[in-house]
DNA sequence: AAGCTTACCGACAAGTTGTCGGTAAGCTTT
DNA sequence: AAAGCTTACCGACAACTTGTCGGTAAGCTT
């Protein structure tokens, strides 16, 4: 009465609990013990499948930036709407959480979950930052931007939304539209572009 | 023939040793009984001083961090230098390995010490934050800075030069020259600093 | 010298990760 | 259909972790 998976289920089994679980305890609080029994296999089984508990983590955040990446990526090459709407959709879609669920996102900035959380974020600039820079040197052609260093502009727009982005917890209302103000602003002058005019594309991307 | 010491003559033992063997090995794979071993004390001697593995970390990242806001600090308030020199030398402060040791800041980044690294990083930027902001707001009264936002900028500039000048391990000479160029380069932007008014100040600091 | 505070000790409980020989399910292959 | 092979699965086990706790001894007061 043995229950056999292919390979790719009992792994994305295992991911899908490792992912709640993580969610709930931390990374560091989170056990192997724990993943085996709620999924209800025996240890062995989960390490014939991972060959350590960091290995999971990999696998999971490989599998979490996969969509997220692939989500900023479509909005950059959809040519179709203007320009700084894709600049903007493509680092907003990063921020949002997705689809599996916002508590992942909650406690991802736990103190138990900073191996996730830096690992997470290197996969994620590492992938946006050639979209963002690409977009930016168009940009620089049509007159929008002014940038000399688009690489490390994009570099620096993508690492401050990440991590800036991560406390927002005990802010008001009014600290948090400030906030996202500066961050407009700045991201203008980095880019040399006209001031006001990152503002309208925020708007017609959050009201799409 | 039992050696007794003074709480704090033992806590500053138990730190140096943990700032050893973190460097060595990562706060994950260094094990209290490592630390323990290496000074020839018991368990519960540790125990005694430190209620937990991560009080340690957090009684170290508070050590190292004490030094490098005060060192920026100190080159903050010493007016005596242009406000240009001031901030540079109050960013520059942060980066340089001070005394302790080099191997330190070279192991830091790698991800068993995730924690270590995302802790001393909260508690550089919220020390030093208010010092730069202070200095921006000073440099718009005189007109070297036009900058709507001290406080955002300020959390940019330094988010962005912990984050960015972690890696640079793998660059050549060229690359670090020209990754140094766009950092000046952004930071003149958002500060609204005259083009080319940060280069001679860093060469200034450099040079001291 | 008695008493009190506190640094120190080490055995121990409870839990963690990763290993390994063995079992059984589902394939080919003949 | 039987034999054989691959591979998912099992669970006991070794080796280690962190944190606890009753007890010891050093250095103070009083």
Request: aromatic share 4%; with cysteine.
């Amino acid at each position: 009465m043995r229950i056999v998976k292919t390979a790719e289920e009992r792994k994305n089994e295992i991911l899908d609990v490792a992912e709640q679980l993580f969610a709930e305890k931390g990374f560091d609080n989170a056990s192997t013990n724990d993943i085996i029994k709620r999924i209800g296999i025996a240890r062995g089984t989960l390490y014939h499948h991972f060959g350590s508990k960091e290995e999971i983590l990999d696998a999971l955040v490989e599998r979490m930036t996969r969509d997220a990446i692939a989500r900023s990526k479509a909005v950059v090459s959809d040519r179709s709407h203007p320009l700084l709407d894709r600049l903007t959709g493509a680092i907003i879609a990063l921020d949002i959480n997705d689809g599996a669920g916002p508590e992942v996102f909650e406690q991802i900035h736990k103190p138990q979950n900073a191996l996730l959380h830096q690992k997470m974020q290197e996969r994620l600039i590492s992938g946006v930052v050639p979209l963002i820079s690409e977009l930016i040197r168009e940009g620089n052609e049509t007159g929008a931007f002014d940038s000399k260093y688009p690489d490390e502009a994009a570099e620096m727009i993508l690492i401050y939304s990440n991590i800036a982005f991560d406390a927002l917890a005990g802010l008001t209302e009014e600290e948090l539209v400030h906030k996202g103000q500066a961050f407009i602003c700045h991201v203008e002058r980095i880019l040399g572009a006209e001031e006001g005019s990152l503002a309208p594309a925020i708007m017609n991307i959050l009201n799409r």
